[in-house]
Every structure is written in C-alpha cells, then in structure tokens.
C-alpha cells in the first residue's frame, strides 16, 4: 500500500512541480520517500482531514486513511471534519482497520474522532460536545469556517462569537469547557484570534466541574494556540 502512495505522490508532484499558477515559478522537489516512511512509523497525527467534507475536495477516505496509516506503522490518528463529528464513524473503521492488522501483521494504529463546534451541529452547542464524548470522541473544536473571526479573514458577515462584547468567554462555550474538563476530552482554540485564543485558554484552566471538581489538566486547553490565525485581525 505504500507503492501505492508513494506512485499516487509522485503524480501529484509530477517532473517536481506541485502547483505552479500561470505568471510563477513555484515549484516543489519530488520527497526523499525512504525518510518519509521512517518518520510515519510510530508518529501521531492529531489533525486528519479525511473526505467526504462538505466543504472542500479531500483526497481519501477515513477507512483509506487509516489503511495507509496501519500499513507504514502509525501509532494513531485523529479524524476532525468541518461539517460532522467523527468520533461514531471512527469506531467502526476501527474494527475494520483492526482485522486488516491481524490479517497483514502489522501493528495496530488506534483511531480517535471528535466534534467541529460549526453551524452543522448547533455552533457552541453543548449537547453536541456531551453526545461526542459518549460516543468516545476525543476531540471537541471550537468553530473553524464557521467562526466569525474567520468570516471576518474572509470578508463575510455574521459567525460564531466566542466572546461577548466584554471579551468575556459566552456562557455556551463555558458550559461546554466544564463537559471537556469532566470527561477528559481536548479543546481545539481552531481558528480564533490570537487574543481570543488567550482569553479562552486562560478560562478554561479556571474551569472546576460542579459535579465532580475536574479541572482541564495540563494539554487539554493549550492545543492549537498558536495554528490558524489570521495575523490581520490580531
């Protein structure tokens, strides 16, 4: 399966050039493979965009994912999609990608799923993040293309406000903190400004659980700080 890749890679980079727009010169050399697949063996990826996606073209699927993962020794994956949590799918290519182990000794590669907080599940809706986790989701992301930090970047109206007028984290989203922090999952900030990434880090290690006093341990409010940002509206 790896062939497979690699042959598939180097149409994509076909004679070194990965895209080059009419009036350029950008150009992008062939990848030393050998070095690649010693990298991936063992490696995490915590951030897979695998396809259909509702909002953009993707090259495979998750189950095509995951077979490649497997086949060059992955320890594991995290799937995330703009439009739908991942964690219910994720459960199911598990048991397929497992027999496909056993049957082609390799090792296993533990695939983990989550919830993108866009428009698709409700925006900052709690009850989204709560159904996530008992699904076994891992993940729960603030919004992506349906944050309005991000239709700010691109020049469109409306989107979801982590913050208030106040700069103050909206209760929504500090409901859904204390859901994180309570069944261990991981915030992803996505794409947020900078200033409102802070603020909400900053309230999510305030967080304190009223059922049972769990607070976001160490990792779970610092992932993607600084990834995605729009410089522009900082």
């Known amino acids: 399966m790896a062939e497979e890749v690699e042959g598939k890679l180097k149409d994509i980079f076909k004679e070194g050039v990965l895209f080059q727009p009419p009036g350029t010169s950008v150009k992008a050399p ?134 208030d007028e106040n700069d103050n984290v909206v209760a929504p989203l500090r409901e859904i903190f204390s859901i994180i922090a309570e069944t261990d999952m991981v915030l992803g900030l996505c794409h947020q400004s900078t200033k409102e990434r802070f603020i909400l880090i900053d309230e999510a290690k305030k967080t304190v659980t009223p059922e049972t006093g769990k607070t976001f341990r160490r990792g779970q409010g610092y992932r993607h700080c600084v990834t995605h940002t729009l410089l522009k509206h900082v």
């Open 30 to 163: 062939l990848f030393d493979m050998g070095r690649v697949w010693k990298i991936m063996d063992g490696a995490i990826d915590t951030h897979v965009h695998p396809g259909p996606e509702a909002y953009a073209a993707r090259m495979y699927t998750e189950l095509e994912m995951a077979y490649q993962a497997c086949d060059v020794g992955m320890a594991a994956m995290v799937f995330k999609c703009h439009s739908l949590a991942t964690s219910r799918c994720t459960k199911f290519i598990q048991v397929g990608l497992d027999q496909w182990a056993k049957e082609h000794g390799k090792h296993k590669t533990d695939l983990f799923g989550g919830v993108v907080l866009n428009y698709a599940v409700g925006g900052l809706n709690p009850e989204a993040a709560l159904v996530n986790a008992r699904l076994g989701g891992k993940y729960v992301w603030l919004p992506t293309l349906d944050s309005a930090y991000h239709h700010r970047g691109m020049g469109a109206p409306g989107g979801i406000e982590v913050l």
